[in-house]
């Protein structure tokens, strides 16, 4: 197969999760390939490949109603969830119509790329302080100075200490304790009598 051909197959992870599969008269729908199993396809599953079953091209293309003719039996039997996949089967409700697979990132008849973009990309946690780091409010020096610090990158001297001999470690303003993050925004006396005067800025 071209190296083409191969690098498109490995992306149909990420085309399943774009797509919707209804199951009708389960006569159009893959039993191996397609994910109407959990939304993961059989074939995938970690669990059938660590096991190493000799499946026919002919058996590769049977569908759900296929299988529930007893095709490929012996196949079914080397796996340990046969049982569980068979009665999913047969406790879906099916019905004569057709079965259909539709692209979740179509609107009104048009290819959607941001809604694309949302299924497949990776989703990082969302801090509850990127609205305070950039807002337009915000100058730009400072807006750098609070992202170090949210991200524990900014650069004190209880860290510099770690690679390096420096000959006063104390924080320079109160010289009471090690320089530090959490000294330097919160626990210094200085810090704090900073922000009891701005607290009551704001109610004047």
């Not at 083409?4 to 209804?22: D, N, P, S, V, W």
């Amino acid at each position: 197969m071209a190296w083409y051909l191969k690098k498109i197959l490995r992306t149909r992870g990420e085309a399943y999760q774009m797509m919707k599969f209804r199951i009708g008269n389960r006569n159009g729908i893959l039993f191996w390939h397609d994910p109407w199993l959990e939304n993961n396809p059989i074939i995938l599953r970690e669990e059938f490949q660590t096991i190493r079953i000799r499946i026919r091209r002919k058996c590769l293309l049977y569908s759900i109603r296929d299988i529930q003719k007893e095709k490929c039996s012996s196949i079914l039997r080397s796996i340990s969830e046969r049982v569980r996949i068979l009665n999913l089967i047969n406790n879906i409700q099916f019905n004569g119509n057709i079965d259909t697979k539709s692209w979740n990132t179509v609107m009104n008849g048009k290819f959607v790329a941001e809604k694309a973009w949302e299924i497949i990309r990776t989703k990082e946690v969302v801090f509850d302080w990127h609205k305070v780091v950039w807002s337009s409010k915000v100058i730009p020096r400072n807006q750098f100075i609070l992202w170090l610090t949210f991200r524990k990158r900014l650069v004190t001297r209880d860290k510099i200490k770690k690679y390096m001999n420096i000959p006063y470690v104390n924080c320079p303003i109160c010289t009471e304790k090690e320089e530090s993050i959490d000294h330097l925004f919160r626990n210094s006396t200085f810090v704090s009598k900073l922000w009891i005067n701005f607290a009551q800025s704001l109610r004047t």
